[in-house]
């Protein structure tokens, strides 16, 4: 095969073309590259951690979750504790009050007692002196005192 000068030519021309290439074109080419796979890096960092954040949120949601259920576990206890207190002292205060009415009306009912027996003794005391005074004003006849003495008392009975 022949050198000639084409072929001389041609090689020359590659080589300007090449290093032309390396010179201008290829510096932007690769740091384009260079560019795109730190994006790359950078986005399968972020995705990690991405993935690292999501595990540690639920991780930190179930802790919340827990902790609020045992929060509401808690608040219902309470809940719970009150209204026994509550219902409690609600009892206690109306069973005083029973008492005091009780007492009230026991204290009532020695009260009307005695005023009915004053209020008796006195109609007692009325009636054994008109008798007395009926049998003194009638004559001293004892059928007659006897009648009015059993008037009386089937009047009183």
């Given at each position: 095969?022949?050198l000639?000068a084409?072929?001389?030519?041609?090689?020359?021309?590659?080589?300007?073309?090449?290093?032309?290439?390396?010179?201008?074109?290829?510096?932007?080419?690769?740091?384009?590259?260079?560019?795109?796979?730190?994006?790359?890096?950078?986005?399968?960092i972020?995705?990690?951690q991405?993935?690292?954040?999501?595990?540690l949120?639920k991780?930190?949601?179930?802790?919340?979750?827990?902790?609020?259920?045992?929060?509401?576990?808690?608040?219902?206890?309470?809940?719970y504790?009150?209204?026994?207190l509550?219902?409690?002292?609600?009892?206690?205060?109306?069973?005083?009050?029973?008492?005091?009415?009780?007492?009230?009306?026991?204290?009532?009912i020695k009260?009307?007692?005695?005023?009915?027996i004053e209020?008796?003794?006195?109609?007692?005391?009325?009636?054994s002196?008109?008798?007395?005074?009926?049998?003194?004003?009638?004559?001293?006849?004892?059928?007659?005192?006897e009648?009015?003495?059993?008037?009386?008392?089937?009047?009183?009975t």
């Amino acid at each position: 095969m022949n050198l000639n000068a084409t072929m001389i030519g041609q090689t020359i021309s590659f080589i300007f073309f090449v290093f032309f290439c390396m010179i201008y074109i290829w510096p932007p080419i690769i740091n384009s590259i260079n560019n795109r796979k730190k994006k790359i890096r950078a986005g399968l960092i972020f995705s990690n951690q991405a993935k690292l954040d999501l595990i540690l949120a639920k991780k930190t949601a179930k802790k919340k979750i827990e902790k609020a259920k045992i929060l509401a576990i808690n608040i219902i206890n309470k809940a719970y504790k009150n209204k026994n207190l509550i219902l409690k002292q609600a009892e206690d205060l109306a069973k005083k009050k029973e008492i005091e009415s009780i007492k009230k009306i026991k204290t009532q009912i020695k009260l009307q007692y005695q005023q009915e027996i004053e209020t008796l003794k006195h109609k007692i005391t009325k009636l054994s002196i008109s008798i007395a005074e009926k049998i003194i004003h009638s004559s001293v006849d004892k059928l007659k005192s006897e009648k009015i003495v059993k008037k009386f008392f089937s009047n009183f009975t």
